[in-house]
């Protein structure tokens, strides 16, 4: 996102780019029928957001666009999870796999933000000083700010300042240590387990 920023049609390559994103989501769910055609239904419609916010750059598109993101990006990590969670043993791959919800939690954050931005304007400090009409370092921000808050960095160059900012701020950040400190952690520890385990059998 960086890079695309600087070019004239950045806004199009991002979108272009998180199109061929939710086509790979879309096609990993493609064995499970009755999530795949709900993950084509939701990819389609956030395409089409997309492409109204790119035409229409107004605020209801806006809206939209993120309302269309959310939604799609917490089926996708809540379709992982129940991969995840699943009975079995405890593969790579299902490390893998929840590495990747937390990554989407993060980036479903995001858009939770900028719709509270859009809903609430001023909810967060720092973000209008580059420019309040500016879509691309907006979204940028936030990102930024989804990040530093699930890890619990928090930097502090960016500060929410409404009530409903702290609160879904805080809700984040403790999300964000559950996740690794219980169930990555859990899943890593179980994998180890099997693995002594198949190695034993084997000796």
Do not use: N
């Not at 400090?125 to 699930?150: C, E, K, N, Q």
């Amino acid at each position: 996102m960086p890079v695309a920023v600087t070019f004239r049609h950045g806004p199009l390559i991002m979108d272009i780019a998180a199109t061929t994103i939710l086509i790979a989501g879309t096609y990993a769910l493609s064995e499970r029928k009755h999530l795949f055609t709900i993950a084509i239904v939701l990819s389609v419609i956030s395409v089409i957001a997309a492409a109204l916010l790119l035409v229409f750059p107004e605020r209801w598109a806006v809206l939209l666009q993120h309302g269309c993101i959310v939604v799609l990006v917490t089926f996708f990590a809540v379709s992982i999870l129940g991969y995840v969670l699943r009975s079995g043993s405890v593969t790579v791959d299902r490390i893998f796999a929840a590495v990747c919800v937390y990554m989407l939690i993060g980036f479903a954050w995001t858009f939770a933000y900028a719709l509270l931005e859009e809903i609430v304007p001023g909810s967060f400090a720092a973000l209008h000083d580059t420019g309040p009409t500016d879509y691309v370092t907006h979204i940028l921000g936030l990102r930024y700010f989804s990040f530093m808050t699930l890890t619990t960095v928090g930097y502090g160059d960016i500060i929410p300042r409404s009530s409903a900012a702290r609160t879904m701020a805080m809700i984040e950040a403790v999300m964000g240590q559950i996740y690794l400190a219980v169930l990555v952690a859990r899943l890593v520890g179980l994998h180890i387990v099997h693995t002594i385990g198949q190695h034993s059998r084997k000796d």
